[in-house]
């Protein structure tokens, strides 16, 4: 009776500090799943296109008689949602045959599902003015690129088609400089222009007897000059 007894206001005290741990833990938790949901939801990362180490020409495709070309582009993305690519163009210097720099740009026009001796022949080709890139992956497209103003038909690109001086089909003209590459994109909205890959376009003398509609598939070797 006459005992210790705790005061109502020192039991409440009491009560909430054995609470205390519960609470604790729940926030430290929600803090954590913040956290995560940041990094996964949030887009820090990047997405870059490698070198290529090959290239294919098409002479000619559908209605456009010009030469295509056909890039296995391997893009690397480190963001944490899919990526969209947009106005993705290839920007070639190329040395015509007379000795002229020329710069030439080639947007991108579709993609294959993979290549084969009947690609440019078959109905495989799919249309494309942008690119899907997939969250936190490596992915490789069979991009094809066709020359700007193609169907303009009093422009000199209407029928423009890589050359080289004559020699054996498996030689490389080294008397004159291989094109010269610069992939260009958009990532996303952003209006800025980023710039990927740059490489040499290594063009054989087997690239005179491409037949229209025809595929022929090379490598990407070091320059003539390295």
């Known amino acids: 009776m006459w005992g210790y007894q705790r005061l109502p206001m020192e039991k409440d005290r009491l009560t909430r500090w054995r609470h205390f741990p519960t609470v604790a833990s729940i926030v430290i938790s929600v803090i954590g799943l913040g956290i995560t ?8 990362g990047s997405v870059k296109p490698r070198v290529p180490q090959s290239y294919a020409i098409i002479r000619g495709l559908g209605y456009d008689p010009s030469d295509h070309l056909v890039l ?4 690397e993305s480190t963001n944490a949602r899919p990526t969209i690519i947009r106005d993705l163009k290839l920007v070639i210097t190329y040395t015509n045959p007379d000795g002229t720099l020329r710069e ?4 991108l026009w579709g993609a294959y599902p993979n290549l084969s001796p009947k690609t440019g022949q078959d109905d495989s080709f799919l249309y494309k003015d942008a690119i899907l890139v997939s969250p936190n992956a490596t992915t490789q497209q069979y991009l ?4 700007a103003n193609w169907w303009d038909i009093r422009s000199p690109n209407r029928k423009f088609r890589f050359e080289v001086k004559r020699k054996s089909a498996s030689e490389r003209d080294c008397s ?3 094109p010269f590459v610069v992939v260009m994109y958009r990532e996303g909205s952003s209006q800025k222009y980023e710039t990927g890959p ?6 054989f003398s087997s690239v005179n007897d491409i037949a229209d509609n025809q595929l022929a598939y090379f490598g990407i070797v070091p320059n003539c000059s390295s």
């Open 144 to 147: 094809v690129f066709h020359i």
């Open 198 to 203: 740059k490489f040499i376009l290594p063009l």
């Open 37 to 44: 949901g940041l990094v996964n939801f949030t887009p820090f």
């Open 104 to 107: 030439i740009e080639y947007p």
């Open 72 to 75: 296995p582009l391997v893009w």
């Open 176 to 178: 004159m400089p291989d």
